[in-house]
């Protein structure tokens, strides 16, 4: 075959063939990123107990013994937040952690939330202790406020008041259970009848 037979060849089978008309693409929008999506992202970042890295005791950011600790998420009224941090509301559970080992700490954490959720116990209190004198200083301090971050029953923290340990202790606010939560409405729905 000769290359005039190769581009005959080449015309016959191209032959009815159009040419693009237009040759440029045009481009997606970007969808915009909603508060849900948002939500919906942070949601799967949520460290399980499967994971390894669940409540770490190898890693933790580093307060200072007279750092305060402040959490809150997304949805917690800033007037229940504020009652909490001021320490109006009665402490109904409280955990010592003094003489403990981080692994020790971390299990008696969560031994002592899910019990207080199990008992439909809202607010309590977490005796960390300053740290002055551990090594590096506030290291249990660190800890409890990062493992608090991490554990979704809990709505928000902030470090106790001086009656309650100042600074060496946190208050917790946990979640209502689903029972607290139908409660509340049924009442308010009483009031406005």
Not at 57 to 75: T, Y
Not at 106 to 119: P, T, Y
Not at 134 to 150: D, I
């Amino acid at each position: 075959m000769s290359h005039d037979d190769d581009f005959e060849l080449f015309q016959q089978m191209m032959g009815d063939v159009k040419p693009i008309q237009n040759d440029t693409a045009e481009h997606q929008k970007q969808h915009t990123v909603t508060e849900a999506h948002l939500a919906k992202r942070q949601a799967a970042l949520w460290l399980n107990e499967q994971d390894p890295d669940y409540l770490s005791i190898d890693h933790a950011p580093m307060l200072k013994p007279a750092d305060i600790i402040e959490f809150k998420r997304d949805g917690v009224q800033e007037g229940v937040y504020r009652k909490l941090r001021l320490g109006k509301y009665p402490v109904q559970a409280r955990l010592d952690l003094h003489r403990k080992t981080l692994k020790q700490a971390r299990d008696e954490v969560i031994s002592f939330l899910e019990q207080c959720l199990r008992m439909d116990i809202r607010t309590l209190v977490i005796v960390h202790g300053k740290g002055e004198r551990s090594n590096p200083p506030a290291l249990m301090k660190s800890f409890v406020a990062h493992w608090l971050s991490q554990i979704r029953d809990v709505q928000c923290a902030h470090s106790a008041q001086q009656f309650h340990g100042g600074s060496g202790a946190v208050y917790v606010l946990l979640r209502k259970s689903s029972d607290k939560r139908t409660e509340n409405r049924e009442r308010h729905q009483k009031r406005r009848s």
